[in-house]
């Protein structure tokens, strides 16, 4: 069973930065996405960005290129999300999340999810 496990949410002003972590067990992106989905209050969940096929693609929301960056260890089966020039709209609740290919993640078809970790962005 794909156990995923993220650290690194908290609290930053506007313009500032953090770092997402998300290690992986039992769980392969050789031929697979691995990335983060996040969900603000009222609102749907959105895929933020993943990085699938050991590295070779990676994908990322309009709303968060040129700002956010996913990078991945393959070897530990871990995934970093760094994320710059924070905006109070980027407060959420932030999942690491999986899916079976490219298109399955950018059509939402997530199939593991970790417990989540808080970002809030104050102005």
């Known amino acids: 069973q794909v156990h995923l496990v993220e650290s690194g949410g908290g609290s930053a002003q506007a313009g500032g930065s953090l770092r997402l972590t998300c290690e992986a067990s039992?769980?392969?992106?050789?031929?697979?996405?691995m990335g983060w989905v996040r969900q603000g209050p009222g609102q749907e969940r959105e895929g933020v960005a993943a990085?699938?096929?050991?590295?070779?693609?990676?994908n990322y929301a309009g709303s968060v290129s040129g700002r956010f960056t996913i990078s991945g260890v393959r070897s530990k089966d871990t995934i970093y999300l760094q994320m710059n020039n924070l905006k109070p709209e980027d407060s959420a609740m932030y999942f690491c999340?999986?899916?079976?290919?490219?298109?399955?993640?950018?059509?939402?078809?997530?199939?593991?999810w970790g417990q989540g970790t808080q970002v809030t962005v104050s102005s």
């Open positions: 039992e769980f392969d992106y050789s031929s697979a996405c």
């Open positions: 999340a999986t899916a079976s290919s490219v298109p399955y993640w950018i059509t939402r078809r997530w199939n593991n």
């Open positions: 990085i699938c096929n050991s590295g070779r693609d990676t």
